[in-house]
T-cell receptor, first 113, second 113 residues
Framework: KAGVTQTPRYLIKTRGQQVTLSCSPI?????VSWYQQTPGQGLQFLFE???????NKGNFPGRFSGRQFSNSRSEMNVSTLELGDSALYLC????????????FGPGTRLTVL | QQPVQSPQAVILREGEDAVINCSSS?????VHWYRQKHGEAPVFLMI?????EQKGHEKISASFNEKKQQSSLYLTASQLSYSGTYFC??????????????FGQGTILTVHP
């Protein structure tokens, strides 16, 4: 079974621009969660989507948004990029329901100049 | 509030054992353990559920003390490939928070020949 895939793998943007990252979950996984990883703050939860609905949201500003499509693929968008948004963005998918493990994709490395 | 991991770092020689601890101040439904190597995504190791169920790799063992909201990961007969940063992620009990993991700050494990 193919793993979680994320595109693009690397991205360089400038302050003020916006960016869209994509995540394709493992086949059969309908829950997709997004995380931001930085050296200073570690791994932080952004949001979770299930059946095209946002189910949980972390403590990030409204510039961070996401959506999920009917085929469970998910995108996240960051508008008005700031230098501090430079990070590794990871998505993880799982079979929905309690007690199921999350599997991470390779991540998108975003650099904001 | 994120779980607290200890120790922050540990250095081993091949064949030695190690224990990594994860402690939360909140009532937990599940504890998830991951290993991340530099420049790579976190790799799932084990999930421990409230009630005693566990799922994960055969060569790795862990425990979950529900009363104390603490989990420990046991690495025995360490190999060079065990080197990396170990993270625990916790999901709180109740509601629909199962896809929202709060991660500890990580434990850096280094195994030398």
């Amino acid at each position: 079974k193919a793993g979680v895939t994320q595109t693009p793998r690397y991205l360089i943007k400038t302050r003020g621009q916006q960016v869209t990252l994509s995540c394709s979950p493992i086949s059969g996984h309908r829950s997709v969660s997004w995380y931001q990883q930085t050296p200073g703050q570690g791994l932080q939860f952004l949001f979770e989507y299930f059946s095209e609905t946002q189910r949980n949201k972390g403590n990030f500003p409204g510039r961070f948004s996401g959506r999920q499509f009917s085929n469970s693929r998910s995108e996240m968008n960051v508008s008005t990029l700031e230098l501090g948004d430079s990070a590794l963005y990871l998505c993880a998918s799982r079979v929905a329901g309690a007690g199921n493990e999350q599997f991470f994709g390779p991540g998108t490395r975003l650099t904001v100049l | 509030q994120q779980p607290v991991q200890s120790p922050q770092a540990v250095i081993l020689r091949e064949g030695e054992d190690a224990v990594i601890n994860c402690s939360s101040s909140k009532a937990l439904y599940s504890v998830h353990w991951y290993r991340q190597k530099h420049g790579e995504a976190p790799v799932f190791l084990m999930i421990l559920l409230k009630g005693g169920e566990q799922k994960g790799h055969e060569k790795i063992s862990a425990s979950f003390n529900e009363k104390k909201q603490q989990s420990s990961l046991y690495l025995t007969a360490s190999q060079l490939s065990y080197s990396g940063t170990y993270f625990c992620g916790t999901a709180n009990a109740g509601g629909t928070s199962y896809g929202k993991l709060t991660f500890g700050q990580g434990t850096i494990l280094t195994v030398h020949p």
